[in-house]
């Protein structure tokens, strides 16, 4: 196991519309963004795109790592409705988008297109210049397909490798994948992105999306579900003031598809640094094939300026593993925290690890 999670999303928390949800940007002039019970691939819920006015743009950004990745895997399940008119961009390219990968300056490295007409799906260099490789398979109407892209930013030496539905329409190797001056990967944009003066009009839906950094060896997610074990109890530490009598109750209206945390209303808090609180998680739904990682995901923001940031932690067969401590604002904002492997053993997680994993955290200065 040697691809490291990035960032996932199975859209398994009730967000309200129009809202970012784990994801840290949102771009759009209307309603178009829905989190929804029943627009899904698998678990509780998946995410609804829908877009009726061509020629603007309209996504949702997500900046995984301010240093930049040279090499990604990125996998998602992708629903397209024969109930919309499909139409192709404004600007330059024909084809209307489905995500953009940009480099940490914010310039479009690669875009993965659908044809309108075809619905075969095109990698383009850039924004929109250069295609540099066509599906042979077309992206089917009206049931869940699985798309993987893998992508080798470099200028002269990259690669770009598309996966539709399990096949390999295409293996590319010594591109240009990299339009940019910055040689990474450092954002990722979904739905219709940012293509200058441009993004079409259909309806997509998306679920369990994964982004795997794959310097390290290729891992393909291969059609990897993604599910969210919520809190179920107390775990090892209760160091924290609650709100309520326990401490899970507190912080578990984001287990079930049932709608957004409660922000200030139950809670949990502390003013002690180095104080740790803990939860037991509900038993894992998918106990079948690789576990490609763990997500820690915190909803949290601070009110002491002199406790400015969170440390997330897993607990372990007894032992504590803290993981990279957040930085944190006056406003509740969505947090991961992604642990590929189990820190005990260094090894890929099992069912067994899942089951007995306690998460938590631990009030940092
Ligand atoms: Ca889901
Ligand atoms: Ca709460």
Request: charged share 15%; glycine share 12%; proline share 4%.
């Amino acid at each position: 196991m040697t691809g490291n999670v990035v960032f996932m999303d199975g859209f398994e928390v009730d967000f309200a519309d129009n809202t970012v949800g784990l994801w840290n940007e949102l771009v759009g002039s209307s309603g178009f963004v829905y989190y929804s019970s029943t627009a899904k691939r698998s678990g509780l819920g998946g995410l609804d795109f829908a877009k009726s006015n061509a020629g603007t743009a309209h996504y949702l950004g997500r900046q995984f790592n301010p240093a930049g990745n040279t090499h990604v895997v990125v996998g998602f399940g992708f629903y397209l409705s024969s109930a919309v008119t499909l139409a192709g961009a404004s600007g330059a390219t024909t084809a209307t988008s489905v995500l953009a990968l940009l480099n940490t300056a914010g310039t479009v490295q690669v875009l993965l297109a659908l044809d309108p007409s075809t619905r075969k799906l095109k990698v383009h260099r850039g924004r929109n210049t250069a295609v540099l490789g066509t599906s042979t398979n077309v992206v089917n109407f009206d049931s869940w397909n699985y798309i993987e892209l893998r992508v080798l930013v470099h200028p002269t030496a990259g690669e770009v490798e598309l996966r539709l539905n399990g096949a390999v329409e295409f293996a590319l190797t010594n591109q240009n994948t990299s339009p940019g001056a910055s040689q990474n990967v450092g954002t990722v944009h979904i739905g219709f992105p940012a293509v200058s003066s441009a993004g079409g009009t259909g309806r997509y839906y998306f679920d369990d999306f994964i982004i795997l950094d794959a310097s390290g060896g290729i891992v393909w997610p291969q059609g990897a579900a993604i599910a969210m074990l919520g809190a179920e109890g107390d775990g090892d530490h209760a160091e924290w003031s609650s709100t309520g009598a326990a401490q899970y109750t507190e912080i578990d209206e984001a287990n079930f598809f049932v709608g957004p945390p409660d922000d200030d209303t139950t809670y949990l808090s502390t003013s002690t640094v180095d104080a740790r609180t803990c939860v037991q998680l509900t038993a894992p739904t998918i106990l079948t094939g690789d576990v490609l990682g763990v997500q820690l995901c915190t909803y949290t923001k601070v009110a002491d300026p002199a406790l400015g940031k969170l440390t997330p932690f897993l607990r372990v067969d007894g032992g504590n593993y803290d993981l990279s401590p957040l930085t944190l604002t006056n406003s509740y904002l969505w947090y991961t925290s992604p642990a590929t492997v189990n820190p005990a053993t260094v090894l890929a997680w099992t069912g067994d690890d899942l089951d007995a994993l306690q998460i938590g955290w631990k009030a940092t200065t």
